[in-house]
């Protein structure tokens, strides 16, 4: 270990003082590098100079460790290449090494420069070695004692540096709860400029969740709720009785979310489309975001409900807190309970150990889009009327009421009326969703928005498939824009990305780049549907047949000629009725 004498250089001082008195004689103490830390008489001036060129007898003693006495200085074998051998003051010298566990880190030096010091000395040798022995392990525990404060304080700073750079937040309190010490985290999670002085009471709430316990807070008199773990220091010091180690509830809400969110979002103005329906629907989603009230999304699947959702989501008040999406046809019913509000440790057989936070505190302050909510079991319709109700959510598992402020966007694809009528949709929770209706109309109702989709779609994943495009046939787009397209935009997404996928080196989309199955749609459900019990309209059917005579013979004048002839109508009425069709 690395012993520094002038880290107590004044106690060093002291004691050559006393030695001084007692003895009679001069005293001087080195260090282990020879430099002097304390002296008397004719030393006192010199104290702090380097001795190594003259301190011959020193240099012995620090590598032999032996107690060293000189009766003849100059005289002695250790003094022959001293530079003032010829004309040394001193008439005695004993040399002592200061031990700390047989580390040497100095020595003292009692030394007489006149005869009577000598004989001083020589007649009381053996006391005076006992007593300069006793100084030099006095010495020796305060260099010891000295460099364990150091450790200490060496470990203290270490720890302070590693607590204030630590994410979690961490409070020292000392008797009375009285914070001692608390690093800046813990004054960002508290929202607290200073902590220290500050009392602060914390209340286990009974749960347990990600491994940690829930804590209730009261700081300032602010309630925060907290999850961390407190843990007593077994010290005597009443300053440092325990450590509570822990970070805001709201701060695990934020890293969960950062971990979990992988929307792909959309501002209202940015919806693709500019068929009347898409644009009716821009501007009630405009309308609707600044409100606070319930909004129910129906629409066929694949026209983009999760979309409209988050557009709602950017455009309202809530947009920089959470979003948070739960499909209730993909988490099988025995855990969408679960998933939705969370459970604490040992819940239930099977649950993780942790215990997990659920979907609804986790959107606290922000939004929760319910899709598929159809899918909903019936019992689980009731728990989340009360919530919507109450504004309140329990964990399973827990007796723990919590508020929540959470804005609810459901949506389905189903027909919820006659769900109600089946007893598998609850009425009243149906009118608790349905406050702010919004109808997002399928493709084939809103043609001019397909091609406005596929070129959207084909520059998309051309970049993303490294393909070179140049152009798609204007044929091949109005098969396109002709199509029944029962997925919806999904499905036209998924045939833009297979076209693009087939596209030949030359950049051209056509009808070659089609799928067979995209020429086989259209008398596929014709034989669904006649072997159903499903009413198909005249005009729904008519279209069908004129697209399905386009397809096979083609979108120039000598294919419709076909196809008219094929339907056994006349070309002027085919256009006719084409045209028809279409405005519908």
Request: with cysteine; glycine share 6%; hydrophobic share 40%.
């Amino acid at each position: 270990m690395n012993f520094d004498l002038f880290s107590i250089q004044d106690i060093v001082q002291k004691y050559a003082d006393v030695i001084a008195q007692v003895s009679g004689v001069d005293v001087e103490v080195v260090d282990k590098k020879l430099y002097r830390v304390a002296g008397t008489g004719l030393y006192a001036e010199d104290v702090n100079q380097d001795m190594s060129s003259e301190g011959y007898v020193y240099k012995h003693i620090l590598n032999t460790g032996e107690i060293r006495a000189i009766h003849n200085p100059g005289e002695d074998f250790l003094c022959f290449n001293c530079p003032s051998r010829s004309n040394c003051q001193e008439t005695i010298e004993i040399s002592m090494p200061i031990k700390v566990h047989e580390e040497i880190i100095g020595i003292i030096g009692l030394v007489g420069s006149n005869k009577d010091q000598r004989d001083l000395i020589l007649q009381n040798e053996k006391l005076y070695l006992e007593f300069i022995n006793q100084i030099a392990y006095f010495i020796a525990a305060k260099a010891l004692e000295q460099k364990e404060k150091e450790s200490k304080l060496s470990i203290i700073a270490t720890l302070d540096s590693v607590i204030d750079h630590m994410e979690q937040g961490v409070l020292i309190m000392g008797k009375g709860n009285i914070i001692t010490r608390g690093n800046e985290s813990a004054k960002k999670q508290l929202g607290i400029s200073t902590v220290k002085g500050k009392t602060v009471e914390i209340i286990y709430t009974g749960d347990e969740l990600n491994n940690t316990s829930e804590y209730k807070m009261i700081i300032d008199n602010k309630e925060i709720f907290i999850m961390g773990e407190v843990y007593p220091l077994e010290l005597r010091d009443y300053q440092y009785t325990s450590i509570l180690i822990f970070k805001n509830i709201k701060t695990i809400h934020s890293d969960l979310y950062e971990m979990t969110a992988t929307l792909k979002t959309v501002d209202a103005k940015n919806i693709i489309g500019s068929s009347e329906a898409t644009k009716r629907l821009k501007r009630n989603i405009m309308k609707v975001a600044g409100s606070n009230s319930t909004v129910l999304i129906t629409g066929e699947s694949g026209t983009g409900k999760e979309m409209v959702a988050t557009a709602i989501w950017r455009e309202s008040d809530r947009r920089n807190q959470k979003f948070v999406a739960v499909n209730c046809a993909a988490i099988p019913e025995s855990l969408l309970e679960s998933e939705l509000f969370g459970y604490v440790k040992g819940a239930f057989s099977g649950a993780d150990p942790k215990g997990r936070i659920g979907k609804f505190e986790l959107a606290n302050q922000g939004i929760i889009f319910l899709d598929e909510i159809g899918d909903m079991p019936i019992y689980l319709q009731a728990k989340l009327l009360r919530v919507l109700q109450e504004r309140t959510i329990t964990r399973i598992g827990s007796n723990q009421v919590i508020p929540i402020d959470v804005r609810v966007i459901a949506a389905t694809n189903k027909d919820l009326k006659a769900m109600i009528e089946t007893k598998k949709f609850r009425e009243d929770l149906y009118y608790r969703l349905n406050v702010i209706p919004l109808s997002i109309k399928p493709l084939r109702e809103r043609r001019e928005d397909i091609e406005e989709l596929t070129n959207y779609f084909i520059k998309r994943y051309s970049r993303l498939l490294n393909k070179f495009y140049i152009y798609i046939e204007r044929s091949t787009m109005e098969l396109l824009k002709n199509h029944m397209w029962r997925g919806n935009v999904r499905e036209l997404e998924n045939t833009v990305e297979f076209m693009v996928n087939m596209m030949e080196s030359d950049g051209v989309l056509n009808d070659k780049t089609l799928s067979v199955d995209f020429f086989k749609d259209v008398s596929t459900e014709i034989i669904i549907n006649n072997n159903s019990d499903t009413i198909t309209p005249l005009k729904e059917l008519e279209l069908r047949e004129i697209q399905k005579a386009l397809s096979i013979f083609g979108d120039t004048t000598e294919g419709k000629r076909k196809a008219a002839v094929s339907l056994g109508i006349s070309l002027t009425t085919f256009y006719r009725r084409l045209e028809e069709v279409l405005k519908k």
